[in-house]
C-alpha cells in the first residue's frame, strides 16, 4: 500500500461525488429524512420513538452507505475505470482503502447531521453523552462503506450488488433486536444473532440513548470496528483485476 496513491485515490472519488448531488443527498439527507419520517409516524404514540430511535440510527445509515459504496464501486468496474486503473502500479489495497477513506467521510458527515437530526429536530432523548451517540454512529455507517466494498468485489454489476441485501442486510435487520429483543429468541437464532455486526451496532446505540457506559457499550463498539476491519481487509483479497 502505498499513501500517496491511496490519498489520491481517496481525492478522486471525493471530486466524482462532488459532482453527483444524487448520491450526495442520498448519504447526507436520505438517513435523516428517514428517521423523522419514524418519529412523524409514531409522534402520537409515548415513548414508541425515544425506545426505538436507537435502533433506526443504526439501521438507515448502515443500510444507506451499504447501497451507495457498493453501486458507486461497481459503476468503476462497469465504466472500464478499474481496469485500467490496475494497470498502472495502484494496487488493490490502494484502490479499496481509497474508498473506504472517502466514503469514510462522507459516513463522518452522515451520522453528524443524523443524530444531530434526531436529537435536535425529532425530540430523541439521549441519556448518555451526544458524542459517544455520534461515535458509535459513524462506526455503523463505516461497517456500511466496508461490507459494501466487499460486495462490490463479488458483484459484477449494480443489481447484483442489490441483490446482495437480502444475504447480507436483510438477516441482519430482522436478527438485529429491532422486532424482538434478542434475549427472547430461540436459541439458535440468538446464536446467529450474536455474530451478526448489525446487532451489535443496535446494541451500542441503544446503550447510549440508555445511559449505559463502560463494557455493556465499548464491546459491541469494538465487535463492530473489528468486523468493519475484516470487511477492508477481505475486499482486496477478492478485488478482480478484470471485469468479466
Known amino acids: 500500500m502505498n499513501p500517496r496513491r491511496l490519498f489520491a485515490t481517496t481525492g478522486r472519488v471525493l471530486a466524482q461525488l462532488r459532482h453527483d448531488p444524487r448520491s450526495i443527498a442520498l448519504m447526507v439527507v436520505a438517513p435523516s429524512l428517514l428517521v423523522g419520517l419514524f418519529a412523524w409516524l409514531f409522534t402520537d404514540s409515548t415513548g414508541v420513538f425515544n425506545k426505538f430511535g436507537g435502533a433506526i440510527l443504526a439501521l438507515f445509515p448502515f443500510i444507506v452507505?451499504?447501497?451507495?459504496?457498493?453501486?458507486?464501486?461497481?459503476?468503476?468496474?462497469?465504466?472500464?475505470?478499474?481496469?485500467?486503473?490496475?494497470t498502472t502500479p495502484l494496487g488493490?489495497?490502494?484502490?479499496?482503502?481509497?474508498?473506504?477513506?472517502?466514503?469514510?467521510?462522507?459516513?463522518?458527515?452522515?451520522?453528524?447531521?443524523?443524530?444531530?437530526?434526531?436529537?435536535?429536530?425529532?425530540?430523541?432523548?439521549?441519556?448518555?453523552?451526544?458524542?459517544?451517540?455520534?461515535?458509535?454512529?459513524?462506526?455503523?455507517?463505516?461497517?456500511?462503506?466496508?461490507?459494501?466494498?466487499?460486495?462490490?468485489?463479488?458483484?459484477?454489476?449494480?443489481?447484483?450488488?442489490?441483490q446482495f441485501m437480502p444475504v447480507l442486510v436483510f438477516p441482519q435487520i430482522?436478527?438485529?433486536?429491532?422486532?424482538?429483543?434478542?434475549?427472547?429468541?430461540?436459541?439458535?437464532?440468538?446464536s446467529i444473532s450474536d455474530w451478526l455486526p448489525l446487532s451489535h451496532a443496535i446494541d451500542a446505540l441503544q446503550a447510549v440513548t440508555s445511559g449505559t457506559s463502560g463494557w455493556d457499550l465499548w464491546r459491541p463498539v469494538l465487535f463492530i470496528a473489528a468486523f468493519a476491519v475484516a470487511f477492508l481487509i477481505l475486499a482486496p483479497l477478492t478485488l478482480r483485476r478484470r471485469t468479466p
Request: with cysteine.
Open 65 to 86: 452507505m451499504f447501497l451507495v459504496t457498493s453501486i458507486t464501486t461497481l459503476r468503476e468496474r462497469r465504466s472500464g475505470t478499474l481496469e485500467r486503473l490496475m
Open 92 to 162: 488493490k489495497a490502494d484502490f479499496v482503502l481509497g474508498y473506504a477513506l472517502a466514503f469514510g467521510l462522507m459516513a463522518v458527515l452522515q451520522a453528524v447531521i443524523t443524530v444531530a437530526f434526531a436529537v435536535y429536530v425529532c425530540g430523541l432523548k439521549v441519556d448518555g453523552p451526544l458524542w459517544q451517540l455520534g461515535l458509535v454512529a459513524v462506526v455503523d455507517a463505516l461497517l456500511g462503506t466496508s461490507l459494501g466494498l466487499l460486495a462490490s468485489a463479488f458483484a459484477q454489476t449494480e443489481f447484483q450488488a442489490v
Open 174 to 190: 430482522i436478527l438485529g433486536g429491532l422486532f424482538m429483543p434478542r434475549d427472547t429468541m430461540p436459541d439458535v437464532l440468538r
